[in-house]
């Protein structure tokens, strides 16, 4: 079950990212600056932002705790989405990853977010979380089904997340 500290860091990241910083797609947070990409005409991407820290070890079967770490050289490459969690072993073809050209591995690291936002406009904008759902047999939040940008053009921010359960 996912904890209170960890929704509300995954939604002050939402809103964070809800405000432009400069003309490049990158944006301050308190842990440092995440760089993204322009994901369609008029939309950011931050993909692989940590809102809790790695399921390993001791923290396998646990709550999930918050990610606070301060990212390294205080930056974060978001350009693409993080790994999916693992899910049925046999796979599932219609889990393709929104970057075709080198797709991530399944990995027990995968408590991260996907967030758009509009690129020309100042916040604050709405914020729709986004759980795609798969129950524990297929996809992941990186899917191509689950793009933002056209939601982001309409209407403001979204947020899509890899969970475990």
């Avoid at 977010?113 to 297929?138: A, D, E, K, Q, T």
């Amino acid at each position: 079950m996912m904890s209170f500290r960890c929704w509300t860091c995954a939604g002050v990241l939402s809103c964070l990212l809800a405000l432009r910083v400069g003309a490049l797609p990158s944006v301050k947070t308190p842990l440092g600056v995440a760089e993204g990409i322009f994901a369609a005409d008029g939309v950011e991407r931050y993909g692989g932002i940590p809102y809790a820290q790695p399921p390993l070890g001791k923290r396998r079967f646990a709550v999930a705790e918050l990610f606070d770490t301060p990212w390294p050289a205080g930056r974060l490459d978001a350009r693409k989405t993080g790994a999916p969690c693992i899910n049925n072993p046999l796979g599932d073809p219609r889990s393709m990853p929104l970057d075709a050209d080198s797709p991530p591995s399944p990995n027990e690291d995968c408590l991260h977010l996907n967030i758009w936002r509009p690129s020309n406009s100042s916040g604050p904008h709405p914020v729709m979380v986004y759980n795609f759902g798969g129950g524990l047999c297929s996809g992941y939040a990186g899917n191509p089904y689950f793009n933002g940008s056209k939601f982001a053009i309409e209407h403001g921010v979204i947020d899509s997340w890899f969970m475990r359960s």
